[in-house]
Nanobody, 125 residues
Framework: QVQLVESGGGLVQAGGSLRLSCAASGRSFSSDSMGWFRQAPGKEREFVAGISRSGGSTSYTDSVKGRFTISRDNAKNTLYLQMNSLKPEDTANYYC??????????????????WGQGTQVTVSS
């Protein structure tokens, strides 16, 4: 059974940090593009960050540039999102995803094949 399981979410004050992890199992994701998305109540799912299969290329939505860092450890089949200087507007459910169709960074959620169940991040002001 193929699974992506996120962890590391929680409640943090504005200006704080969290590190999200996404553990993959059931198959190797080392050939897949991977990404983080988020969805806040009443809003559409939003691309946050993406990373190529090798980890050599990354992309971020403008609102998190300079604050968030995406990385991956293919040996551990794990994806990470380091989130610093968190703001209340970062509050959302965060999902990791994998696209088997692409090795390069992709931002469109439509091309992602596997999704985790999400982890809640809440930033208080």
């Amino acid at each position: 059974q193929v699974q992506l399981v996120e962890s590391g979410g929680g409640l943090v004050q504005a200006g704080g940090s969290l590190r999200l992890s996404c553990a993959a199992s059931g198959r190797s994701f080392s050939s897949d593009s991977m990404g983080w998305f988020r969805q806040a109540p009443g809003k559409e799912r939003e691309f946050v960050a993406g990373i190529s299969r090798s980890g050599g290329s990354t992309s971020y939505t403008d609102s998190v540039k300079g604050r968030f860092t995406i990385s991956r450890d293919n040996a551990k089949n794990t994806l990470y999102l380091q989130m610093n200087s968190l703001k209340p507007e970062d509050t959302a459910n965060y999902y990791c995803a994998a696209s088997t169709r692409y090795g390069r960074v992709v931002r469109d959620h439509i091309v992602y094949d596997y999704w985790g169940q999400g982890t809640q991040v809440t930033v208080s002001s």
